[in-house]
C-alpha cells in the first residue's frame, strides 16, 4: 500500500480538463438570463382555455418535458391569475367563458401580458364569431402577442413567449 501512494504522490493528481459547455447550454444559460434580467425574477404564466378543442393545450403541456424544459429558462406556471405575469390564452372565446376570462385579465396584476394561442385564438379559427362564439381572444381582452398554428409547436409557443418578454422588455417609442 506505501508503494502505491508513493507512485501517486511521485505522479501527482492527472485528470482530464473539463468540457467545455454545450452551444445548447450556453443558448439556454443566455435566454434564463434575459427572462431574469428583464423581470427580476422568473416568468410566471396562467393558461386559460376559453373554449379550444384541446389541440393548443397537448402542445403546451409538452413545453415541461425534459426536451424543451421551460423551467429550465425560468418560466413557469401558476395555478392563480394573481401569481402571473403574463395570460396564455387558447380557443375562440365561448359566450359562457367571456366572463371568467375578462376576471382573469382583470385579477392578474400589472404589469401583465396577454398572448392569444393557436387560429382559434387569434382569429376565432374555423368557429368564428356566431351565437355561442365571441370569436378571437382580442375581442374580449387586449393582446399583445399572437401565436397563429393549429395548433403551434411547442417551438413556436416558445418562441411567442420569448417574443412577448421581449417586447415587454422594449422601451416605449
Do not use: W
Not at 452551444?23 to 376559453?50: F, K, N, P, S, Y
Not at 413545453?63 to 405575469?85: C, Q
Not at 381582452?141 to 417586447?167: H, R
Amino acid at each position: 500500500m506505501l508503494h502505491i501512494l508513493k507512485q501517486i504522490a511521485k505522479s501527482g493528481i492527472r485528470t482530464e480538463s473539463a468540457p467545455a459547455p454545450a452551444e445548447a447550454m450556453v443558448v439556454v444559460a443566455r435566454l434564463q438570463q434575459a427572462v431574469l434580467r428583464t423581470l427580476g425574477r422568473a416568468l410566471a404564466i396562467r393558461q386559460v382555455d376559453a373554449g379550444s378543442c384541446n389541440g393548443c393545450e397537448l402542445e403546451i403541456h409538452a413545453l415541461g418535458n425534459p426536451y424543451y424544459n421551460i423551467e429550465g429558462l425560468g418560466i413557469r406556471f401558476v395555478a392563480s391569475p394573481r401569481h402571473a405575469d403574463m395570460l396564455l390564452v387558447t380557443g375562440p372565446v365561448s359566450r359562457h367563458m367571456a366572463i371568467a376570462l375578462q376576471r382573469t385579465y382583470d385579477a392578474t396584476p400589472e404589469p401583465k401580458l396577454v398572448v392569444a394561442v393557436g387560429d382559434c385564438g387569434c382569429t376565432g379559427g374555423i368557429f368564428g364569431e356566431s351565437y355561442a362564439s365571441l370569436g378571437r381572444v382580442a375581442n374580449v381582452i387586449p393582446v399583445d402577442v399572437e401565436i397563429p398554428g393549429c395548433p403551434p409547436t411547442p417551438t413556436q409557443l416558445l418562441q411567442g413567449i420569448l417574443a412577448a418578454i421581449t417586447v415587454s422588455a422594449a422601451p416605449p417609442p
